[in-house]
């Protein structure tokens, strides 16, 4: 395939599908046009990159109206949305049917459907709050778009290797925000959930593991932790390679993170003090040992964060090292 195809190709890679055929032959006769009667190579190359960057040079063929998303933005925009509100839709099905299920209020039926229907718009409307938020602060800031290179577009670029650089696997991201928005919205809309359960009457008691007025004082900070992490994987799944500039704010998120979450666990600041001597009461275990297993269960949290934290903060810089 020779220069001007593979030009060509690249300014309609993405422009809708209507107007792929018209922007090619428009395109191809403006390049025509620009080359004397029997072009050289170096004719067709001065050519090219007098056009310049082929997605720059793409907006002229592409008739889309924009609005607040921009069009390097828009596809990667809606698949996020979609995945990020299935994810929240699904968990606020899942919570309003597990706290029905534990404690059913009064009001029958009619009030589960409408609990359910109330979670679950709730859940699709500050989905999409956040994540158009988070992609109208990461386009005006220009922090997340890959195709447009420091040292400027070149005619060579066109037959580069598409396959070269550290590649981001999208699968390990989307299990990323799954987990993210999963465990935050259970801590902010219902961490009584989290709790040993007992059966008491016709119904179920609980005992929560977190100390609920202490885990609402932290809520702020784990809402910025989500965000940050949530903000870390969008750019991740748009820039699709690592570099310098990913690699360093991943490492300050999972720095951030270590930080807060050894300070809530640090003394179990967040854990219910009364735990183990209420499960005591309903199990066969002393509250010294359900004491004992939690104070190990807490070191092994905080033990795998800090190997997380260093794995995770560590590993995108080896692999550009081992790159370049």
């Given at each position: 395939m020779n220069l001007i195809d593979l030009y060509i190709n690249a300014v309609i890679a993405k422009?809708?599908?209507?107007?792929?055929?018209?922007?090619?032959e428009e395109l191809r006769a403006k390049i025509n046009g620009m080359l004397p009667a029997d072009p050289s190579e170096e004719d067709v190359r001065k050519v090219l990159q007098n056009l310049g960057d082929p997605q720059l040079q793409a907006k002229n063929y592409d008739t889309?109206?924009?609005?607040?998303?921009g069009p390097d933005y828009y596809d990667n925009?809606?698949?996020?949305?979609?995945?990020?509100?299935?994810?929240?839709?699904?968990?606020?099905?899942l919570v309003t049917v597990l706290t029905w299920i534990i404690s059913p209020p009064?009001?029958?039926?009619?009030?589960?459907?409408?609990?359910?229907?109330?979670a679950m718009v709730g859940g699709a409307v500050q989905a999409a709050t956040w994540v158009t938020v988070i992609f109208v602060i990461m386009e005006?800031?220009?922090?997340?778009?890959?195709?447009?290179?420091?040292?400027?577009?070149?005619?060579?670029?066109?037959?580069?290797?598409?396959?070269?650089?550290?590649?981001?696997?999208?699968?390990?991201v989307f299990v990323s925000i799954f987990f993210t928005i999963t465990f935050t919205a259970i801590l902010y809309f219902r961490p009584e959930l989290l709790s040993?359960?007992?059966?008491?009457?016709?119904s179920y008691a609980i005992v929560p593991i977190f100390d609920l007025e202490r885990l609402q004082d932290f809520m702020p900070l784990?809402?910025?932790?989500?965000?940050?992490?949530?903000?870390?994987?969008?750019?991740?799944?748009?820039?699709?390679?690592?570099?310098?500039?990913?690699?360093?704010?991943?490492?300050?998120?999972?720095?951030?993170?270590?930080?807060?979450?050894?300070?809530?666990?640090?003394?179990?600041?967040?854990?219910?003090?009364?735990?183990?001597?209420e499960v005591s009461q309903h199990t066969r275990f002393s509250a010294a040992s359900i004491d004992?297993?939690?104070?190990?269960?807490?070191?092994?949290?905080?033990?795998?964060?800090?190997?997380?934290?260093?794995?995770?903060?560590?590993?995108?810089f080896v692999k550009l090292a081992k790159n370049k």
């Amino acid at each position: 395939m020779n220069l001007i195809d593979l030009y060509i190709n690249a300014v309609i890679a993405k422009l809708p599908q209507e107007r792929k055929a018209d922007a090619a032959e428009e395109l191809r006769a403006k390049i025509n046009g620009m080359l004397p009667a029997d072009p050289s190579e170096e004719d067709v190359r001065k050519v090219l990159q007098n056009l310049g960057d082929p997605q720059l040079q793409a907006k002229n063929y592409d008739t889309r109206q924009r609005y607040l998303i921009g069009p390097d933005y828009y596809d990667n925009y809606i698949s996020i949305l979609k995945l990020v509100i299935g994810i929240l839709i699904t968990v606020m099905a899942l919570v309003t049917v597990l706290t029905w299920i534990i404690s059913p209020p009064d009001g029958g039926i009619v009030q589960f459907f409408t609990d359910l229907f109330t979670a679950m718009v709730g859940g699709a409307v500050q989905a999409a709050t956040w994540v158009t938020v988070i992609f109208v602060i990461m386009e005006r800031s220009k922090v997340a778009i890959p195709p447009i290179q420091a040292h400027g577009w070149t005619v060579d670029d066109l037959s580069k290797d598409k396959s070269k650089g550290v590649m981001i696997k999208r699968s390990d991201v989307f299990v990323s925000i799954f987990f993210t928005i999963t465990f935050t919205a259970i801590l902010y809309f219902r961490p009584e959930l989290l709790s040993f359960y007992y059966r008491s009457g016709g119904s179920y008691a609980i005992v929560p593991i977190f100390d609920l007025e202490r885990l609402q004082d932290f809520m702020p900070l784990i809402i910025i932790i989500a965000l940050l992490e949530l903000v870390i994987s969008i750019w991740k799944i748009i820039n699709r390679r690592w570099n310098l500039s990913l690699a360093i704010a991943n490492a300050v998120r999972y720095s951030v993170g270590m930080v807060f979450w050894l300070v809530m666990l640090w003394n179990r600041a967040i854990i219910n003090p009364d735990f183990a001597s209420e499960v005591s009461q309903h199990t066969r275990f002393s509250a010294a040992s359900i004491d004992r297993s939690l104070e190990i269960t807490v070191w092994v949290i905080i033990a795998a964060t800090v190997v997380s934290w260093i794995s995770e903060s560590i590993r995108p810089f080896v692999k550009l090292a081992k790159n370049k």
